[in-house]
């Protein structure tokens, strides 16, 4: 846990057992705003350049700040009203937050993504730091070498494993180049060497950021499009006007289902800080299932510097498992291609109904005027709205496979939709998942499954970096034991798993029916066998996806809160 206390003496004050040897020697950031040194002041003392002890030293998103004051309330007995908690947390954010270039590595961590993280670098920074948390914790804070050191400090105060966590040696590799082989670095001591060195306090991105931030200006009209595991892609308008505050707002959106037509409607809430990171709640119109598209959801996005398009993640269920993935542009008179239906096209098709959804699109377009892209031939305009082209198009049967851009009248779609001539494999997404038992005293976890189909790159190998993501494919699904332990029976008690991919776990609890009354936890494989794509002996082909179907989250660390 990133953050620090004023109740661990050394954390507060020299930094531990080096005592009087660790002194701050790194410029501070200085506290301007009234109110943190009024609530804040007590404990952390000001100097004549109005620097701060231990805040002045440290940058971080508004999910940390807002964690740090929660342990100032629980630990220090900070008294302060939700009012004046949302103010400073919105102050120093814009003071002693992240830039824009430094958010966005680690904005998962907020949109609150379940996901295999690819950025720790080696095994002793896993063990030092992701082996409790995820890597992002860390990597959301900035922080001199003497804030990071106390940190250590105080991981080994508050938590009895972090002790033995750093004593441990660091993988041989990673010993420091002249080091006496027999005197070897542990965890703790790596640590320190590597994130001063990626965390640092003072970066060229803040430094330009602190001089470019300016308040929001988020009002007017922007174009939405979205996308839902098992529920497919949805475009829309997202209007957004002022609040009660220069960087509060309200919002009203209006999503169409790119599948079926449904429409769906929802408003919010939200706020901006330090000029780009939006934090916000909406909801529409109910929520009827877990995955009901109208529940109450937060959201978490990351708006471009130019305020000109964003990206991010709505997202709800008790254990944030549902969720939006959102890009939003800003809607203007220039024309803007959004998205195109039904997506994947195979080479050699003829005649195929292509829908172009876009703003502002040309009233009275010629065949001329939209390109698909190299291979594919517009043949016929079909119908055409400010909203929607609807065309016809040929793909030559010696397409080369690939996404292709979508151009209509200097609008242009990145990417829009692959071409390709066979899907060679599928996965099952996602590949490694986690559910949670509940429905008695915790809500249950829960968990959608896609099969998306694969055509191999040039290289004509699966699973390597020149493959073609072609899109979901339809698939029959089930269940089959992961063998971890013998006839424990998984399948039969961890949950059920529909037609339609979408898994429902059991109750939590010990169980009278099971072996040794156990709960209903276990490890299943989830099995993908598509429907209609079939591998070169003509058997259907199938993937599996691993999860883990375990207890619920008996405390959760969150803050809700900064989205409202």
């Not at 896993?126 to 001199?144: D, I």
């Not at 998306?452 to 979901?472: C, Q, R, S, W």
């Not at 699904?477 to 961890?494: A, G, L, P, R």
Request: include cysteine.
């Amino acid at each position: 846990m990133a953050l620090f206390s004023a109740s661990v003496v050394f954390a507060q004050a020299d930094g531990g057992p080096d005592g009087a040897t660790m002194k701050e020697t790194e410029a501070g950031i200085p506290v301007a705003d009234p109110l943190v040194k009024e609530k804040c002041g007590a404990c952390h003392s000001a100097d004549a350049k109005g620097n701060m002890t231990r805040i002045s030293w440290v940058r971080t998103t508004p999910e940390g700040w807002s964690q740090a004051i929660k342990r100032m309330v629980s630990l220090n007995g900070l008294s302060i009203t939700p009012e004046e908690s949302r103010a400073i947390v919105k102050s120093l954010s814009s003071s002693h937050g992240l830039a824009p270039e430094e958010a966005r590595p680690v904005m998962y961590l907020p949109e609150k993504r379940m996901l295999d993280e690819t950025n720790i670098p080696n095994e002793t920074m896993r063990g030092a730091c992701a082996a409790c948390h995820s890597f992002a914790q860390p990597l959301s804070w900035r922080r001199s070498k003497l804030e990071w050191k106390q940190l250590q400090d105080l991981h080994v105060a508050l938590y009895s494993q972090a002790d033995a966590q750093y004593r441990r040696p660091a993988e041989d590799s990673e010993q420091p180049a002249g080091r006496d082989p027999k005197d070897k670095m542990n965890r703790g001591e790596y640590a320190l060497t590597y994130m001063p060195k990626v965390a640092p306090l003072h970066t060229p991105e803040w430094a330009a950021w602190s001089a470019r931030q300016r308040n929001p200006r988020l009002a007017g009209e922007w174009l939405v499009v979205a996308s839902v595991p098992g529920k497919g892609r949805f475009v829309g308008d997202y209007v957004v006007a002022p609040g009660k505050a220069a960087d509060e707002f309200t919002t009203q959106v209006t999503l169409r289902s790119l599948a079926d037509g449904t429409t769906i409607s929802r408003s919010g809430t939200g706020i901006v800080y330090a000029g780009y990171s939006w934090r916000g709640s909406s909801q529409g119109t109910g929520a009827a299932r877990p995955d009901d598209l109208t529940s109450a959801a937060r959201e978490a996005m990351w708006f471009a510097p130019d305020q000109q398009s964003a990206t991010g993640r709505w997202f709800w269920g008790s254990y944030q498992e549902f969720g939006y993935d959102v890009k939003l542009v800003r809607a203007t008179a220039a024309p803007t291609v959004l998205a195109v239906a039904p997506g994947p096209v195979k080479a050699g098709a003829k005649a195929v109904q292509v829908r172009i959804l876009g703003n502002n699109l040309p009233a009275a377009p010629g065949v001329a005027d939209i390109d698909l892209g190299e291979g594919v031939s517009v043949t016929k305009i079909v119908s055409a709205t400010p909203k929607e082209l609807v065309v016809t198009a040929d793909i030559a049967p010696g397409a080369t496979s690939g996404p292709r851009d979508v151009s209509i009248a200097g609008a242009v779609l990145e990417q829009a939709f692959p071409v390709y001539r066979k899907i060679d494999y599928i996965k099952a997404t996602p590949e490694t998942s986690l559910a949670r038992l509940g429905g008695v005293k915790f809500p249950k976890g829960y968990q959608q499954f896609e099969a998306i189909g694969y055509e191999n790159g040039l290289d004509g190998k699966p699973n390597t970096a020149d493959d073609i993501a072609v899109g979901p494919v339809p698939a029959d699904w089930s269940m089959q034991e992961f063998m971890s332990v013998y006839y424990d029976d998984d399948t039969k008690y961890v949950g059920a798993l529909s037609p339609t991919a979408f898994f429902t776990p059991a109750e939590e609890g010990p169980n009278p029916a099971r072996r040794f009354g156990r709960n209903n936890y276990g490890e299943v494989w989830v099995v993908a066998t598509a429907k209609n794509e079939r591998d070169k002996f003509g058997k259907p082909l199938s993937a599996r996806s691993y999860m883990v179907v375990t207890v619920p989250l008996y405390k959760m660390i969150d803050q809700p809160e900064v989205s409202r």
